[in-house]
């Protein structure tokens, strides 16, 4: 760690041995520094991501700075093989130290890192993605559509609006272009109606349709919300149905 400089922090499997996910005896040290830090020395294995700040993606861990638990596990995603990981993850749940809310912060950061696919199958897509919606009305739609077999959308996409404005979707169906947003009740004031009434405009312009269902739609009539996005999504290859907003 003294090698790598002030910034350092122990990574990838040596984090996995450090934090108690792993029990073997490593060769070589992994050691994150960042993209300017230290470039070689016997039996250290650097690490310079163009993502890496200490004072987020690291922690003091019985004295040694190692990386968090989330950014271990999606750095060694890419290195374990499927079952090894699986074991990994588990072995964190045990501990108590899984933090599917922070990994899910991780990966906003680092888009698309290795293994991934992995670590969502580790992970649960359903525990993951219940972590990545924002309210418990986000987590009602998404269990109702996963419950029955409605193909997974991605979640809290973020989208250039105008250059420079970016804006976050609900639930969106990148190869169906079709965005559904779920809204509570604040969405009814008259300066957030505008404001998504703007959006809306702004997404149908660029070829999204936007779908919006109320609280009491989703609470009180979810056999109908369900309905509803099957027939978007099924419609929305040829842009059949026009975009609507729910009262």
Known sequence: MLAGGPSAAL???SACVHLGLLDWELPVIDVMVPRTGARSRPGIRFHRPRIYDPQVDAEIVDGIRCTTV????????GVLSYPRLERVVERAEYLGILDLEAIVRMLRRIKRPRGVRHLRRALGPDRLDAAVADSELERT???LITEVGIERPLLQHRMELTPGEWVRLDFFWPERRLNVEVDGPHHQRPIRARRDARRDELLHARGV?????????????????VARTRALLASSRDQGLAPTRSH
């Open 11 to 13: 990574s990838h499997l």
């Open 70 to 77: 989330a950014r271990t596990l999606v750095d060694v995603a």
């Open 141 to 143: 739609y998404l269990r």
């Open 209 to 225: 349709i936007v779908q919006r269902f109320t609280l009491s739609e989703i609470e009180g009539k979810p056999s109908w919300v």
